[in-house]
T-cell receptor
Framework: GDSVTQMEGPVTLSEEAFLTINCTYT??????LFWYVQYPGEGLQLLLK?????DKGSNKGFEATYRKETTSFHLEKGSVQVSDSAVYFC?????????????FGKGTLLTVNP | GAVVSQHPSRVICKSGTSVKIECRSL??????MFWYRQFPKQSLMLMAT?????????EQGVEKDKFLINHASLTLSTLTVTSAHPEDSSFYIC???????????FGNGTRLTVT
């Protein structure tokens, strides 16, 4: 079945440091890939997405590129801020449309210190 | 943009009572909604898929008689935790999307505490 593996946290960085959170996936078809972010006490928010190979999703300074050859979708940001402290989830969805469920990684807690 | 509203955000109940959690899509119709449970250390578990006008589809290991799901309209799904026990204490999150080629949007979650 489908699965998502992301690097275990927690990850602690200083402000303005470079961030990478690794994510790899296993899927039978050609999934869409997502990164969601969860701030403390809240639900999940879509951060970025990519729907086909070589697509790059980007938002708020975060980027991730859909790499089919390595089945990866690593999240990067060049300079993190304290406000980026949150839990980040990598996810995939087989099939089109929001009637298909998401399969999540276990989440990575990021803490950014001033 | 698409918004999913979840209510209540927090609820405390006594063991043995039932609790209902609502999930609404505010600006779109959703034939399908998903219910997740979030465990300590972040892990999200899909509990069930809620289908408008038909029975929900439960994931393996989820008790359908304990977690009752009703999707009576295209904008509302409810999760009722029946005869709640302390081990049901958790963070429950719903999600839905407007349809084809759209991402899923999540509610802000419900923190259930059973005493």
């Amino acid at each position: 079945g489908d699965s998502v593996t992301q690097m275990e946290g927690p990850v602690t960085l200083s402000e303005e440091a470079f961030l990478t959170i690794n994510c790899t996936y296993t899927a039978t078809g050609y999934p869409s890939l997502f990164w969601y972010v969860q701030y403390p006490g809240e639900g999940l928010q879509l951060l970025l997405k990519a729907t086909k190979a070589d697509d790059k999703g980007s938002n708020k300074g975060f980027e991730a590129t859909y790499r089919k050859e390595t089945t990866s979708f690593h999240l990067e940001k060049g300079s993190v801020q304290v406000s980026d402290s949150a839990v980040y989830f990598c996810a995939l969805r087989e099939g089109g449309g929001s009637n298909y469920k998401l399969t999540f990684g276990k989440g990575t807690l990021l803490t950014v210190n001033p | 943009g698409a918004v999913v509203s979840q209510h209540p955000s927090r609820v405390i109940c006594k063991s043995g009572t039932s609790v209902k959690i609502e999930c609404r899509s505010l600006d779109f119709q959703a034939t399908t909604m998903f219910w997740y449970r979030q465990f300590p250390k972040q892990s999200l578990m899909l509990m069930a898929t809620s289908n408008e006008g038909s029975k929900a589809t439960y994931e393996q290991g989820v008790e359908k008689d304990k977690f009752l799901i009703n999707h009576a309209s295209l904008t509302l799904s409810t999760l009722t935790v029946t005869s709640a026990h302390p081990e049901d204490s958790s963070f429950y999150i719903c999600s839905a999307g407007p349809g084809a080629n759209s991402p899923l949007h999540f509610g802000n979650g419900t923190r259930l505490t059973v005493t």
